[in-house]
């Protein structure tokens, strides 16, 4: 089984939708939870970052934990065509050790 | 902060021949990680340094395979000689002391072995 798996998608919602990403991980060690979003020929960038489940919301974006079910998520409310990209989710333990990537569902957002 | 800087940003060659990739991190970052990204395998962490020395490079691949960080503002992935299944993006990335979780990424540089 891998560490985390995600849905590869591809996700094509009209915009203003709400869209629902999730992945689910394997090892409950993990404590650390992140969403990196990838443009296009472009490097990931950190979206949203977590500790402890329970929701954190930044504007649009609201990420989700529910360690109980290994299980995370990330909403975004009226979703726009700049939104359109590949998302990854990745978990981590503590320091020293390496960040785990999923492997991204990619999203467009169709206006 | 320009942000991780890396060069080239393409590199086309042909197979066994060498192939060096270059990473400039941020400054004041002490973790830097690279990384290859494929269709089919995702994000792979090859090798990460923590103040200039090799943290893990368990992902790298084979012998084939070499990374150094001679100092605080720079390393190297090479790859010799270089073969068609190498080609892929590879990122380097850099992170803060106390937060190797929140790692900035670099453009990238995509390679392709004919």
């Known amino acids: 089984q891998k560490e985390v798996e995600q849905d590869p998608g591809p996700l094509s919602v009209p915009e203003g939708a709400i869209v629902s990403l999730n992945c689910t991980y394997s090892?409950?060690?993990?404590?650390?939870f992140m969403w990196y979003r990838q443009y296009s020929r472009k490097g990931p960038e950190l979206l949203m970052y977590t500790y402890s489940s329970g929701n954190k919301e930044d504007g649009r974006f609201t990420a989700q934990v529910d360690k109980s079910s290994k299980y995370i998520s990330l909403f975004i409310r009226d979703s726009q065509p700049s939104d359109s990209a590949t998302y990854l989710c990745?978990?981590?333990?503590?320091?020293?050790?390496?960040?785990?990537f999923g492997p991204g569902t990619s999203l467009s957002v169709i206006p | 902060d320009a942000g991780v800087i890396q060069s080239p940003r393409h590199e086309v060659t042909e197979m066994g021949q060498e192939v060096t990739l270059r990473c400039k991190p941020i400054s004041g970052h002490n973790s830097l990680f690279w990384y290859r990204q494929t269709m089919m395998r995702g994000l792979e962490l090859l090798i990460y340094?923590?103040?200039?020395?090799?943290?893990?490079d368990s992902g790298m691949p084979e012998d084939r395979f070499s990374a150094k960080m001679p100092n605080a503002s720079f390393s190297t992935l090479k790859i010799q000689p270089s073969e068609p299944r190498d080609s892929a993006v590879y990122f380097c990335?850099?992170?803060?002391?106390?937060?190797?979780?929140?790692?900035?990424f670099g453009p990238g540089t995509r390679l392709t072995v004919t």
């Open positions: 990335a850099s992170s803060q002391p106390t937060s190797s979780s929140e790692q900035y």
């Open positions: 340094f923590n103040n200039n020395v090799p943290i893990d």
């Open positions: 990745a978990i981590w333990k503590t320091s020293y050790d390496k960040v785990i």
């Open positions: 090892n409950s060690a993990f404590q650390y």
